[in-house]
T-cell receptor, first 114, second 111 residues
Framework: DVKVTQSSRYLVKRTGEKVFLECVQD?????MFWYRQDPGLGLRLIYF???????EKGDIPEGYSVSREKKERFSLILESASTNQTSMYLC?????????????FGDGTRLSIL | GIQVEQSPPDLILQEGANSTLRCNFS?????LQWFHQNPWGQLINLFY???GTKQNGRLSATTVATERYSLLYISSSQTTDSGVYFC?????????????FGQGTILTVHP
């Protein structure tokens, strides 16, 4: 089974802090994704990566950056956390380029910015 | 992109009941995922079903791509089936499989 592991289940940070959310997958997947989920807004794509050191903006990239130095790891960075970034963050991975493969999700990180 | 309409938006069942959730799409889809998000927020893959029918225990899914709909059947529902169900096609024109999530169907199963 595919395993996508997010580093924290719950996280509390302060406004202005630099926050790192880590995601690791164990299936050698090329594609990795970061979403946030908010009540009434559903899941929205922040960034995705289709290869090491490659990244693409999703629908709501403002205030975020990402890093993919190794194939198995995809980090989401909040450069200067703000209260409107309080949310549930979900990481996903999928196989391959050129054919759409199912995405597998981690358990999510509930991030609170105070 | 493809618009997704899920029905019903909310569903309340007694344990043991059967149910059918439906997704209609604004355009034909060539692949589709069904997810269950449990009350703890975990998103669980149920099916990857471009077309046809798949079964997994008490759950089965059918996609008729040419008629632009998919159905999820839950038989003998259990309280652990509670949560939100999403049917999710990929964003059109992408090779990376970006997904667009709708609002889903909220299922509550009472003991």
């Amino acid at each position: 089974d595919v395993k996508v592991t997010q580093s924290s289940r719950y996280l509390v940070k302060r406004t202005g802090e630099k926050v790192f959310l880590e995601c690791v997958q164990d299936m050698d997947h090329e594609n990795m994704f970061w979403y946030r989920q908010d009540p009434g807004l559903g899941l929205r794509l922040i960034y995705f990566s289709y290869d090491v050191k490659m990244k693409e903006k999703g629908d709501i990239p403002e205030g975020y950056s990402v890093s993919r130095e190794k194939k198995e790891r995809f980090s989401l960075i909040l450069e200067s956390a703000s209260t409107n970034q309080t949310s549930m963050y979900l990481c996903a991975s999928s196989l391959g380029y050129g054919s759409v493969q199912p995405q597998h999700f981690g358990d999510g990180t509930r991030l609170s910015i105070l | 992109g493809i618009q997704v309409e899920q029905s019903p938006p909310d569903l309340i069942l007694q344990e043991g009941a059967n149910s059918t959730l439906r997704c209609n799409f604004s355009d034909s889809v060539n692949n589709l995922q069904w997810f269950h998000q449990n009350p703890w927020g975990q998103l669980i893959n149920l099916f990857y079903i471009p077309s046809g029918t798949k079964q997994n225990g008490r759950l089965s899914a059918t996609t008729v791509a040419t008629e632009r709909y998919s159905l999820l059947y839950i038989s003998s529902s259990q309280t652990t089936d509670s949560g939100v169900y999403f049917c999710v096609p990929p964003v059109g024109g992408t090779s990376y499989g970006k997904l667009t999530f709708g609002q889903g169907t909220i299922l509550t199963v009472h003991p």
